[in-house]
């Protein structure tokens, strides 16, 4: 990572000519701007920048649509001011003389924007903190990668694509070493970009794979990830390849997020264990109770998109039951570790969720549950899937009506932000509804 002095110092040299830039959208994607590097260092340092307020209020083919408060034709579509972090400044190694600085968002007046991603993790962060605790998490994510770029796949209808392993590759060493170049080539860029990369595996859909970080503060791990993200397709379609962080891409096993969270003391002390007793704290109960009693009514921020609700099916390694176990992969939340190893893995979020709004609603889920003392439910044995516990919402449309009607949501999220993403859904809904699907065709064409 740079300061504030190294990337000026590297502008004044030469070493460094471009600057992004970049906050994330709703849909979980970094949007923004490339600043010439001297401009950057005469004027943005100084007087900052902005963007128009409709990124956060488009839909997913960046149209501006009606109906969010934040901004419309009425009121004229103005600006966002960037609050530049610069404790996320780096160097982006795959790009010449280019770094990157993630922002937050204020409005011209100099309010927080409560509906961007970042802030709404943040303000569950200062929560905790508030508390006495500080939130680390890890996201797992896995992507499917394919021999086409991304532009012959848009010509070709995203159809018969040819992915970069032809058969299930999951934890094989030839399956990654098959792939290696373009592996090795994000693992190395993100290392230099200031991230722990910790490994690489294959997984089981065709070119499934997962490269995997360390843990850090929830919010630290949500520009990490959102970063690698945006990494990995540029790194891909530089080879002339792509990669689909798609949760559900075909017919096949779905890409997964699956979030690792605990909380320590400020300190860095144990809160989740007790070492005397060798066994969970109190305050721990409290937290996984707190995330399956939220689960139904958070899976919108959990599984953000249609194509989300896909994944979860019986048998395929994403949960359907709101239960808990110990290293049970069948729940969607599974306890692992001990001492400062303990943590909840959910199961729940899928490649394509947006990883700040998912840890908002996995944190803001555990802290409801420890300040309401929120009784663990009892543990899950065997197989979940067989289960009666309760299921996760089978399509965005019941997420939707659980969030919108959820008093939880709008007790630790607000008001705004409930109306925001209901909305948010609500348009995704609605062109889903209007679009004819190739099933349709294919199944009524000459029958119906």
Known sequence: MLSVEQLTRDITDGEIDSVILAFTDMQGRLQGKVIHGGFFADSVLRDGTEACNYLLAVDTDMNTVDGYSLTSWDTGYGDMEFLLDYQTIRRVPYLEKTAIIQVDLATTDGRPVPVSPRSLL???QDKAAGRGLKALAGTELEFVMYEDSYESASERDY???TPANRYNVDYSILGSMRVEPLLRDIRNAMYAAGMTVESAKGECNLGQHEIAFKYDDVV???DNHTFYKLSAKHMASQRGQSITFMAKPNQREGSSCHIHMSLRGLDGSLAFWDPEKGERTALYNHFIAGILA???EFTLFYAPNINSYKRFAKGSFAPTAVAWGLDNRTCAGRLVGEGYGARIENRLPGADANPYLAMSAMLA???????????????MQGNAYDSDAEHVPHTMAEARDLFANSQIAREVFGEEVVKHYTHYADIELEQYNAAVTDWEVRRGFERH
């Open 122 to 124: 943040r303000a569950q």
């Open 159 to 161: 159809r018969g694509l």
């Open 220 to 222: 630290t791990t949500g």
């Open 294 to 296: 939220t689960m139904r």
């Open 365 to 379: 889920g555990g802290l409801y549950g420890i300040e309401h003392e929120l009784e663990l439910p009892e543990m």
